[in-house]
């Protein structure tokens, strides 16, 4: 079975573009997660989704962040506009929610100049 | 509300040596316990779980912790180390039957294993 699937895996842009990382959860998991890692802050949860709702975002850091789950195989994360601060890396991960076992993705490396 | 503790931030060990990565975690019901490893450039993956039965639980690449619920501690341990052990493990908890299905995750050990 394939695993959670990100893209893209590096992404380099300039301040004030649009960033859209994505995600593939694993079929039939119903939680996906959305981290963000920093060598500052550690590994921070943005959001999360059951069932294709949004549960918690107050990890989101400003409006700038947002994300969507359109169907139960496909999430985004989009930054607009994009800032240094932003630099990161992303994970994406899911579960079915029944022990809290993750499993994780293998990270979207964002570096925005 | 969980919350996890890695008493430290960076554990350097030579090969072959024994090693003791701690965590400590607060909650006020029963919880699940967790080891995720981080390799450099890589995503994290399960090392080692503990949901019920044994208080000692093993894991991939001869890891092992042990449960101690008096002293809220989920401890990992390895007899001897090697270079392929030099990664970032990070303790997580969840609630023990909750609807959440998320975790809480420590700030993360650095473990650098030398020559």
């Known amino acids: 079975d394939a695993g959670v699937i990100q893209s893209p895996r590096h992404e380099v842009t300039e301040m004030g573009q649009e960033v859209t990382l994505r995600c593939k959860p694993i079929?039939?998991?119903?939680?996906l997660f959305w981290y963000r890692q920093t060598m500052m802050r550690g590994l921070e949860l943005l959001i999360y989704?059951?069932?294709?709702?949004?549960?918690?975002d107050s990890g989101m850091p400003e409006d700038r962040f947002s994300a969507k789950m359109p169907n139960a195989s496909f999430s985004t994360l989009k930054i607009q506009p994009s800032e240094p601060r932003d630099s990161a890396v992303y994970f994406c991960?899911?579960?079915?929610?029944?022990?809290?076992?993750?499993?994780f993705g293998e990270g979207s490396r964002l570096t925005v100049l | 509300a969980q919350s996890v503790t890695q008493l430290d931030s960076q554990v350097p060990v030579f090969e072959e040596a024994p090693v003791e990565l701690r965590c400590n975690y607060s909650?006020?019901?029963?919880?699940?316990l967790f080891w995720y490893v981080q390799y450099p450039n890589q995503g994290l993956q399960l090392l080692l779980k503990y949901l019920s039965g044994s208080t000692l639980v093993k894991g991939i690449n001869g890891f092992e912790a042990e449960f101690n619920k008096s002293q809220t501690s989920f401890h990992l341990r390895k007899p001897s180390v090697h270079i392929s052990d030099t990664a970032e493990y990070f303790c997580a908890v969840s609630q023990y039957g909750g609807s959440q299905g998320n975790l809480i995750f420590g700030k993360g050990t650095k473990l650098s294993v030398k020559p």
């Open positions: 989704f059951n069932n294709n709702v949004p549960i918690d």
């Open positions: 079929s039939g998991h119903d939680y």
């Open positions: 909650s006020s019901v029963s919880v699940y």
């Open positions: 991960a899911s579960n079915r929610g029944i022990d809290g076992e993750l499993f």
